[in-house]
């Protein structure tokens, strides 16, 4: 056992941190460290620089055109990225869509789309949640219904994220209405440009347009879109969101967290031990999260997939960003009340009120109560601990 | 609406004070003050003082000779015991069974059972739990079978607090084992010196003494000393813990508690000074004071709407729920200052009042073993977990 | 980087499990914490056969050239089972000063003798005004002849009964709470003049009072460098920190276990509570706490021999905040969920609770290493 890197392991690191110096822009990197919101191009001119030193798909084996890391390799790089300022990676191609497709997909499908997620040339976005189906995701109803060499598709999607920045959709659908919630599923990919789909934006309470409402309307989906065999979409959901439980801790964004909390709380701090603890307390709570994170990255790589105990990771890991958010509210104290939208969403040269770091207090703190919510929320987490790991 | 006491709620301020002041044993209250274990004989010394001068069922109304206390008169009366380091009136007679007895006992029953309660010159249990049957007390299965003018009940009871030295127990039995649970419970008043009864104690987390399981075999009951109809004991038993969760809280207990720890954390040193001058403890204690002041507020609420005609409703499951938590907090928080002192046990000193030297400061061997045994308050009573049901179904209709 | 046992660690792994197993079921334990010593020389003397009292020290000072790993493996299981014999204040801590600060004759007579199990230590540090505070010690010793003479008092030193020698931490100058002019001066346990009040503590342990009337001692005593014992003492003990959070890692897999074996069989509202949402998020939570001691304690452990002594104190305070809130956390949620039982002497779920209490007190607590942590994470 040992915590050390190796010396191949520093000059990586070093490696990572060059690029990153040379390829992220200098006003993006200014909207991390300032809480503002990212635009469209900061992330896609971002993460097609990363596709283009072939880093992108960091997680991906060799095989599909990852760069087949080792554990050590993806923590320091994320580690690296977040140190750096770097927009944390969309996850809806790399993350969620690009292993589904080379692990259940076929070989023109493959061929067909991982390249576009590995450059960032194509932007996907995740078409799971309904109106009617949220913690019951499998009580989904948008329906698909084969016709010919096309599905046709109604329903409604929602919380999509980026879904107006988005080329491609990867849906859940319902292609059996008469079997069980879980049996009747499909796994389909779906061109936003095909007539039919509308994109309604939902603003969230801090002014933040992310998410969207995703209406379909007889859209005409080829059938070659369909992942795996029809009805046999669950196990690739299921695949899915146990791996997005893994990077959704966010580890690497949470350590930056700190560090920017003991740059904001600084001037009080040295008058303020209760502060400085609340600190300190949030700080040894990620260090937790990281090593066990670590340690299941350390059992993965003797071979096993992410286990359902992942899901505690997303569960601490979420509260932990909440209340990042929350320590950095109370550190601005007042002056976290002034609404001033356009410090968050716009270049501007507005002068804030209040310090620099108190537009974006509030309005992040308020963001974040998504966090325990979505991809899973934490009651769901802990029933899937609770009935899987537990056996209750 | 008005914070202040009227005059006259002053002067009775004072009578009580004067009255605690005159009649509460000096070894009582130094035991109490010291948070020593208290004897059988200590409780009912004070308990017999109240009685006489007819305070001691403070909670009853005029007519069943109870004083008729006002919510404020109520107030006042139990903060000034606390205040005075007066022991806890032992609730089973005067707060359980008595209120059963003059709401649902016949005239007979009434004088014979309620004088005794009123003078505590009769110690009273409660048969409620059983082995099988905690937080779902329906399901208990002791068996009163009618046998002419008896029942003959068999079964066994737990977690019976202090039935080694009670003379009467009250037990909820099974009846009818036909009926839906609830239906087929009774309620009824067993003389503890019957042949047949057993108690065996339980030893505690902290080595104490204080509960136990009682056992019935073949025990012979008078059918007379059945509360209400057979097989409506349910009805009692629910009217009791409703009771029994408005005194739970605790209020006045946990605001001398926190002068207590103040008191405490005044003579820890930490770091050659005052441990309460260290920031971190003291918003600690700030804290808990001011979770304190909420509950009482709470409390005083609940009280004045039932001044207003009403039983205690659904609602008091939250005095208990947070009453507990405090009392459990203010045991952590005591440990916490004692710190490694808190690690000696010493039995002796402990349970049998030896002469035994503490280590450290008096209060210190206390820490650790109330800080264990007060986890039994979230615990008793209906769970905490049982409370939120309660309130999530009967108040809030989830 | 690498988190994964070798395979003479596992096999380590798996023989203290053994010996838990074989000695330390429940009612056995019961026994030995009845007996007048606490432990058993038998057991003693296993663990010096199975090597494990010389297992963390390097093959130059006769042990077998493990380190913080090993430790961290067997102070699991102990955990476990709650094991008794005095292998932190003897091993971790005695064992560990005298072989990172002591002479060549020093260990010669003490390291290699502990090592076969024919020497025990204590730690005595602590004094009635102390709190958590290392340097906050007023014991004095002052110079007579070649040697010295200590006067004072000590308390709640574990162990100090059965220790052969007692490791004492004494003011030899300086004013009160200032870390330098602190001296570790290694004394016989049947020295004249020192009394003992002896008792056992909550958690079915040994601890004494300890007074020191004019104990005479030779300059040989002296463990490390006159006026500079403030540095090995703090060392000392966030080493023996690191390894009692393991303990603690121990404790919470054993009473979360016993827990959730309770709730699938305890039956109420016919069906066992663990059916109740309330209870099974709320065993998560306890998993979830468990999972994060171990995590914490392994960084600690992996971090404890680092040269750089902040890192060294950042890990043992961090580690020690996370066995305080996870243990308390896993304690009281272990009783609630058995109910009554819980707080009963009959099952082992208050004996966990008990020790997992202690272990939060012992060698500052929570609140104590938060505020330590905090202002080292400052201060960098």
Not at chain 1, 40 to 59: E, F, M, N, S
Not at chain 2, 82 to 97: N, S
Not at chain 3, 278 to 305: G, P, W, Y
Request: glycine share 10%; hydrophobic share 40%.
């Amino acid at each position: 056992m040992d915590l050390a890197l190796k010396p191949e392991h520093k000059a990586f690191a070093d490696e990572v941190r060059d690029f990153a110096r040379k390829n992220l822009s200098p006003a993006t990197r200014e909207k991390t460290f300032s809480g503002k919101h990212f635009d469209r191009d900061d992330h896609v001119v971002w993460q097609q620089a990363l596709g283009r030193q072939g880093w992108l798909a960091y997680t991906w084996p060799k095989k599909y055109g990852g760069p087949g890391w080792g554990v050590t390799e993806r923590f320091l790089f994320e580690n690296v990225l977040a140190e750096e300022g770097a927009p944390r990676i969309i996850p809806f191609g790399v993350k969620m869509v690009g292993p589904v497709i080379y692990t259940f997909g076929n070989d023109e499908q493959k061929e067909r789309f991982l390249p576009g997620i590995r450059s960032s040339e194509v932007s996907w976005c995740q078409g799971y949640s309904e109106p009617g189906a949220g913690s019951d995701l499998a009580n989904l109803r948008t329906r698909a219904v084969r016709e010919g060499d096309h599905y046709i598709v109604n329903g409604q999607k929602t919380w999509t994220s980026y879904a107006h920045w988005g080329d491609w959709i990867f849906c859940l659908v319902r292609t059996n209405t008469e079997a069980k919630a879980q049996e009747g599923i499909s796994f389909l990919l779906i061109d936003m440009k095909t007539p039919g789909v509308t994109v309604r934006p939902i603003i969230m309470l801090d002014g933040a347009h992310a998410v969207n409402d995703v209406f379909l309307d007889n859209v005409k989906v080829p059938v070659a879109n369909l992942i795996g065999k029809e009805n046999e979409g669950w196990t690739c959901a299921k695949f899915l969101l146990a791996n997005e439980r893994l990077g959704i801790a966010e580890v690497p964004a949470s350590k930056r967290g700190v560090g920017m909390l003991r740059a904001i709380a600084t001037d009080s701090l040295r008058d303020d031990p209760s502060m400085a603890e609340k600190i300190a307390d949030v700080d040894l709570q990620v260090q937790a999260l990281e090593m066990s994170e670590l340690r299941a990255l350390s059992t993965m790589a003797l071979g096993g997939a992410p286990g359902p105990e992942v899901s505690t990771l997303k569960v601490r890991g979420s509260e932990i960003q909440q209340r990042i958010a929350e320590l950095a509210m109370e550190a601005v104290g007042e002056y976290a009340a002034p609404y001033q939208p356009g410090m968050l969403f716009h270049d501007t040269n507005e002068t804030p009120v209040g310090p620099d770091h108190a537009p974006p207090a509030a309005p992040r703190y308020f963001n974040m109560r998504k966090t325990s919510i979505y991809g899973g929320s934490t009651e769901i987490q802990k029933n899937i601990v609770s009935k899987m790991v537990l056996g209750l | 609406m008005d914070l202040a006491f009227t005059p006259e709620e002053q002067k009775f301020a004072d009578q009580v004070r004067a009255f605690v002041k005159a009649n509460l044993p000096a070894d009582v209250r130094d035991k109490v003050k010291n948070g020593k274990h208290l004897g059988r004989d200590d409780y009912m010394r004070w308990q017999q003082a109240l009685g006489k001068k007819g305070w001691l069922v403070y909670t009853w109304p005029k007519k069943h000779g109870g004083p008729g206390f006002t919510p404020a008169q109520r107030y006042i009366f139990e903060n000034i015991c606390a205040e005075e380091y007066a022991p806890g009136i032992i609730p089973f007679g005067t707060k359980m069974v008595g209120p059963v007895i003059y709401t649902f006992g016949n005239e007979e029953q009434k004088a014979k059972y309620l004088d005794p309660i009123r003078l505590s010159t009769v110690w009273w249990c409660q048969g409620y739990s059983e082995p099988g049957s905690g937080s779902d007390l329906a399901s208990l299965r002791t068996k009163a079978e009618k046998d002419g003018d008896h029942y003959i009940v068999n079964g066994s009871k737990t977690w019976n607090t202090m039935g080694h030295w009670a003379d009467w127990i009250f037990c909820l039995v099974r009846t009818d084992p036909k009926a839906k649970p609830q239906e087929g419970i009774s309620f009824l008043l067993i003389d503890m010196k019957t042949p047949g009864i057993t108690v065996k104690p339980i030893i505690m987390a902290d080595g104490g003494h204080e509960v136990n399981e009682v056992f019935f075999d073949n025990v012979k009951v008078p059918v007379a000393n059945l509360v209400g109809k057979e097989n409506e004991g349910w009805t009692c038993a629910k009217f009791l813990l409703a009771n029994e969760r408005l005194g739970i809280a605790a209020v006045p207990q946990s605001k001398r508690g926190v002068e207590a720890l103040k008191d405490i954390a005044r003579a820890e040193q930490d770091n050659g000074r005052p441990l309460i001058e260290n920031k971190s403890f003291a918003e600690k204690i700030a804290d808990l004071e001011i979770q304190v002041t909420a509950l009482e507020y709470t409390e005083l609420r609940v009280l004045s709407s039932m001044a207003h005609g009403g039983q205690p409703g659904p609602e008091v499951s939250g005095l208990k729920i947070r009453g507990s938590e405090i009392q459990q907090r203010l045991t952590e928080l005591t440990m916490e200052a004692v710190g490694e002192y808190s690690a000696p046990y010493l039995p002796g000193l402990l349970w049998q009042g030896t002469n035994e030297a503490p280590v450290g400061p008096e209060y210190a061997h206390l820490a650790a073993p109330r800080y264990f045994n007060t986890r039994k308050t979230t615990i008793y009573g209906g769970s905490n977990e049982i409370q939120k049901g309660i309130i999530s179904k009967m108040v809030l209709g989830l | 980087m690498d988190l994964s046992l070798s395979d003479e660690q596992k096999q380590l792994q798996e023989q203290a499990e053994r010996f838990v197993r074989d000695k330390y079921a429940f009612d056995a334990r019961r026994k030995i914490a009845a007996t007048e010593r606490g432990w058993l020389p038998e057991n003693w003397a296993q663990f010096a056969e199975l090597g494990w009292l010389g297992m963390s020290f390097s093959e130059e000072d006769g042990g077998y050239g493990g380190g913080p790993i090993e430790t961290m493996i067997v102070m699991e299981q102990f955990g476990k089972g709650l094991v008794l014999e005095p292998f932190l204040p003897t091993v971790v801590l005695g064992g560990g000063m005298i072989a990172r600060s002591g002479s060549k004759a020093q260990k010669e007579a003490l390291l290699a003798p502990m090592i076969e199990g024919k020497k025990q230590f204590a730690l005595a540090w602590l004094e009635r005004q102390s709190r958590y505070n290392l340097a906050d010690v007023s014991l004095k010793a002052t110079k007579e002849g070649a040697g010295w003479s200590l006067s004072g008092h000590k308390g709640v030193v574990y162990n100090a009964a059965s220790a052969d020698h007692i490791i004492v931490l004494a003011r030899t100058a300086g004013s009160a709470r200032e870390p330098k002019g602190l001296t570790l001066f290694i004394v016989d346990g049947k020295a004249k003049g020192l009394s003992r009040r002896d008792y056992p503590t909550q958690d079915a342990l040994r601890a004494s009072e300890l007074t020191f009337d004019k104990v005479s001692v030779g300059a040989d005593a002296v463990l490390g460098k006159v006026d500079e014992g403030f540095a090995v003492v703090e060392d000392g003990v966030d080493r023996a920190i690191v390894a009692l959070c393991a303990e603690a890692t121990g404790c919470m897999d054993a009473i979360n276990a016993a827990t959730l074996e309770y709730i699938k069989t305890r039956k109420q509202f016919g069906v066992p509570i663990g059916k109740f949402q309330v209870l099974q998020h709320r065993m998560v939570d306890c998993f979830t706490n468990a999972q994060e001691a171990r995590s914490m304690t392994l960084m600690a452990s992996l971090k404890i021999d680092d040269k750089d002594p902040v890192v060294r104190a950042k890990a043992a305070s961090g580690a020690k905040v996370q066995i305080g809130k996870s243990g308390k956390f896993c304690g009281q949620s272990a009783v609630q969920m058995h109910g009554g039982m819980g707080v009963t002497d009959e099952l082992s779920v208050s004996h966990y609770f008990k020790r997992l209490t202690m272990i939060d007190l012992m060698f500052g607590n929570q609140q104590h290493h938060l505020t330590r942590y905090s202002n080292l994470a400052m201060a960098a």
